[in-house]
């Protein structure tokens, strides 16, 4: 199966963490936490309209002044999550600077900032024709964990420790639409751009008896129409979607165990947080972060099939692979016994 996403974390394990996860056919891409993402293109960039935001210590949100600063004079909506305080954070930094020049602009940026708390959501709409000024505050219901739902896939939130709130998240393809090479070949059809409309509108449900029409360049002759339900039963195999969780700076407290697992259960891929070894547990706890061996414990009770560990603490640099090896051991060990959790 050719995954949808192909999630990859934008720094080594030492660097500021985020999470870069570009989508292979709609040219789009979304972006869990905004540390120095300098090691990203202008053109990676700009192809995320999504940013999640697990928490603004600075090393998850310096780099959103790079994302700005590209995408001004853009005609772009860029659509921004955060906890508890992230627009009062969000504002603090787009007041840090002068905005008097921007009508010059033929394009206009628009921010949607959105607020999850456990008690509400609100969203702020700032546009650079008002000198990014919050307008619009929209309140919204209670976090109900789903934060975007798009007809392909949906971004959920769980609401963790890390002394101050802080974002756990997971991306989910509703189902996976897998392509049957020979089936095209048997129809006389090539792949091209047509394949992502074609996708397009089998995750928006359309009506099976639907026109649908291959222009003549990937037919070997001319246009081709078909009904989408016939097309899609002589060359689509549905399989179950692709899954992937981000957790990290998350204290392991009892209440975020029971968070992650219901977050994260049952994942492809799990990215989350190593910072300490688990000879340096007490610090960990104290700076409500997780210990390599924690990680791989989380790993294996949530039953995900992969795990990768970031955010590693300076304090290991000459010992990276003692952290790798924690983890995965903790991971394999405890997807066979969790009888005796960590410390
Ligand atoms: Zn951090
Ligand atoms: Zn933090």
């Known amino acids: 199966m050719r995954p949808s996403f192909q999630p990859r974390l934008v720094n080594p394990p030492f660097g500021d963490p985020s999470l870069y996860i570009p989508f292979s056919y709609r040219g789009k891409a979304i972006l869990f936490d905004a540390g120095d993402l300098a090691p990203l293109s202008s053109r990676d960039l700009l192809k995320v309209d999504h940013i999640f935001i697990t928490h603004t210590h600075m090393d998850h949100f310096s780099g959103f002044d790079r994302i700005l600063r590209l995408c001004l004079g853009r005609n772009k909506i860029l659509h921004l999550y955060g906890p508890d305080n992230f627009l009062y954070n969000l504002e603090g930094k787009l007041n840090s600077y002068q905005w008097n020049l921007v009508d010059n602009f033929t394009y206009q940026l628009v921010i949607k900032a959105t607020e999850v708390t456990g008690n509400q959501r609100i969203t702020r709409i700032y546009r650079c024709r008002d000198g990014f000024a919050a307008k619009g505050e929209e309140m919204g219901a209670p976090l109900s964990a789903i934060l975007l739902e798009t007809p392909s896939v949906s971004v959920t ?187």
């Open 157 to 343: 939130a769980a609401i963790l420790d890390h002394q101050i709130p802080c974002l756990g998240l997971a991306l989910k393809e509703h189902f996976h639409i897998n392509i049957i090479k020979p089936a095209l070949t048997e129809l006389g059809l090539v792949p091209g751009p047509w394949l992502k409309s074609f996708k397009e509108y089998l995750f928006l449900e359309r009506a099976p008896d639907t026109v649908f029409e291959v222009p003549a360049q990937y037919t070997q002759s001319s246009s081709k129409r078909f009904s989408l339900g016939k097309l899609a039963d002589r060359i689509v195999q549905i399989t179950a979607g692709q899954k992937i969780a981000y957790i990290t700076d998350v204290g392991f407290t009892s209440e975020n165990i029971a968070r992650i697992i219901t977050l994260a259960e049952g994942v492809d891929h799990l990215f989350i947080e190593a910072a300490f070894l688990n000879e340096d547990r007490e610090i960990a706890a104290e700076k409500y972060h997780l210990t390599a061996h924690q990680a791989g414990y989380l790993a294996a009770v949530c039953g995900v099939e992969r795990l990768t560990v970031f955010h590693f603490s300076p304090r290991y640099t000459d010992r990276y692979d003692s952290i790798y090896k924690e983890a995965h051991t903790a991971f394999l060990h405890y997807r066979h016994d969790q009888t005796d959790p960590p410390p």
